[in-house]
Nanobody, 121 residues
Framework: QAQLVESGGGLVQPGGSLRLSCAAS????????MAWHRQAPGKRRELVAT???????NYIDAVRGRFTISRDIGKNTVYLQMNSLKPEDTAVYYC???????????????WGQGTQVTVSS
């Protein structure tokens, strides 16, 4: 059974920083594509950043230069370091994995439960 557990969200002032973590279990983490998505109130969920199997990273324009996605394969954990936060970054942030189960071979999408990030003074 795959499980993604996010942590690290909270309330921060504009210009501040937060680091989100997503601990994965039950999947072949080292071969997975990991991503962070976010959904603001009244808006559609959007992809924020990805890290591919080879370690290549990609970002949407709105966060490039401010956010950094990284992973620790030994800890089966992916991170999102968020700096220079803006009120428009306020959203629920979701961890996503395109992965195979440890005991399987099919590729599927898995999601965490989400963690709230609020940027406000």
């Amino acid at each position: 059974q795959a499980q993604l557990v996010e942590s690290g969200g909270g309330l921060v002032q504009p210009g501040g920083s937060l680091r989100l973590s997503c601990a994965a279990s039950g999947i072949r983490f080292d071969t997975s594509t990991m991503a962070w998505h976010r959904q603001a109130p009244g808006k559609r969920r959007e992809l924020v950043a990805t890290i591919l199997r080879a370690g290549t990273t990609n970002y949407i324009d709105a966060v490039r230069g401010r956010f950094t996605i990284s992973r620790d394969i030994g800890k089966n954990t992916v991170y999102l370091q968020m700096n220079s936060l803006k009120p428009e970054d306020t959203a629920v942030y979701y961890c996503n994995a395109r992965a195979q189960l440890v005991a399987g071979s099919e590729w599927s999408n898995y999601w965490g439960q989400g963690t709230q990030v609020t940027v406000s003074s």
